[in-house]
């Protein structure tokens, strides 16, 4: 599974990171290595990047980069309580 099929509030451990180049290092000097954990904060509409909670800081991913790290889900977030529905006063991934 890709990091980019993922939705908020998912936890997943990355398993390998498909991406070359500058693009690759950086994302690996951002904790993005094998059996690393992290929640998908929220994703960003039409295209737009993922905003992702790991080694306790968030980061921008674009879509076409996600795409390149594969996943293994740890947890759905899907709690199928309201989910979906904005809450007041901003999103949290430390839930319910």
């Known amino acids: 599974m890709q990091l980019s099929e993922l ?15 500058e693009i690759g290092r950086r994302l690996a000097d951002m904790g993005f290595t094998e059996g690393t954990e992290g929640v998908i904060v929220r994703r960003g509409g039409f295209g737009g990047p993922m905003q992702i909670r790991i080694r306790e800081y968030d980061l921008l991913i674009r879509k076409e980069e996600a795409a390149r790290v594969d996943v293994e ?12 529905r ?6 949290s991934p430390e839930f319910d």
Do not use: A
Request: a positive charge; one cysteine or more.
């Open 7 to 21: 939705r908020p509030r998912d936890r997943f451990r990355i398993q390998s990171v498909r991406v070359g180049r």
């Open 73 to 84: 889900l740890v947890e759905s977030g899907c709690r199928g309580h309201g989910f979906g």
């Open 86 to 91: 904005r809450r007041r006063g901003g999103y």
